[in-house]
């Protein structure tokens, strides 16, 4: 088997194709288009026996994928880090795109599961939704800082309460007070007030089009306590496809709740993992303090571990590695079994 890995860039793609134990055969720069790819699929054929694995860069892959996977070939996402394992552990210095692209195919043939590349389709439109809309309430509290900025200054008495700027009844109540005065700061404040008016109204629509969507993608995550379209939308589009996990235990891995062992000089046995998705570790520790919140299983759970001496902290960590495995299983229910790897049952 040849294992053909990519350096990707905006404008190239540099392959190098290599044997089962690393060593090179073969080296192709192709324009980053639909016709470089077929190119370098014609310059592949060569080895009938072959996959492809690609750095996990999707902003700049996605295309290269698509093709590849339309062309019947197989392609493989190798985690950057791995790649960059491989490089700094190469016998050729520097950095180069050949250099690179020998990287992540000696990291694919060195670790044996990576997830294998699909084409993306409704859950890529949440996730593209989902980081649109994160771009616009990032835009919008933006806005509002230097409104309050200039509210301060024009009336220095006015107190807004924390995240009202988002409500309409305050917006044009802060209007009408804006139109009875005049001048440049005036005018700034009103812009950025109607301003804030059009982003909030344009992300509630689109929490409800998600809400549309995740709704027919993961009906069964939804129906998890705490678990809002939002944060389901967020799960969905961070995970990219949940069986290409090969247990839970990956998938807790992936996403920082399996914790870190530590043995040399400690008592304890384990650490707060501070890495793996934060994207999606946030979205569990949401669910855990909604479910927290209640009177459901998530608070007895969380009493139950601060009465065997665990502070807060480390049952929260705690709820949220169980949620984890939650979201697995419901996640993979509501994903069609395409391509599937066995489910390991075994705890990180």
Known sequence: MVTVGADAHKRTHTFVAVDDVGRKLGEKTVPANPEGHLEAVAWASKWPQRRWALEDCRHVTRRLE??????????????????????????????????????????????????????????????????????????????????????????????????????????????KRLEETSGTITVIALELL?????????????????????????????ELRGCGGLTAAKLIGETAGVRRFRSKAAFARWNGTAPIPVWSGSSRKFRLNRGGNR??????????????????????????????????????????????DEVYRRLRADQPAKVDLPVEESAA
């Open 194 to 222: 109607r301003r804030t008016r059009e982003l909030t109204l344009r992300c509630l629509e689109l929490e409800r089009q998600i809400a549309q969507l995740v709704v027919c993608l993961a009906p069964t995550l939804m």
């Open 66 to 175: 698509r093709d590849l996977l339309a062309a019947g070939e197989a392609a493989l996402r190798v985690p950057t880090r791995l790649m960059a394992g491989a490089r700094s552990g190469g016998r050729e210095q520097g950095k180069s795109d050949p250099i690179d692209a020998l990287a992540v195919a000696r990291a694919a043939l060195r670790e044996p599961g990576l997830p294998i590349a699909q084409l993306e389709g409704e859950a890529r439109q949440v996730r593209l939704l989902v980081d649109h809309r994160d771009d616009l309430v990032a835009e919008r509290t933006r806005i509002q800082n230097r409104l309050r900025w200039h509210l301060h200054e024009l009336f220095p008495g006015l107190t807004i309460a924390a995240k009202s700027l988002r409500r309409q009844h305050v917006l044009n109540d802060l209007e």
């Open 279 to 324: 994207q999606v570790n946030a979205a569990l520790h949401r669910i855990a303090i909604t479910q927290c919140g209640g009177k459901d299983l998530g608070r007895a759970y969380v009493d139950v571990r601060i009465a065997a001496g665990d502070d807060r902290t480390e049952a929260l960590r705690l709820l949220r590695r169980r949620i984890s």
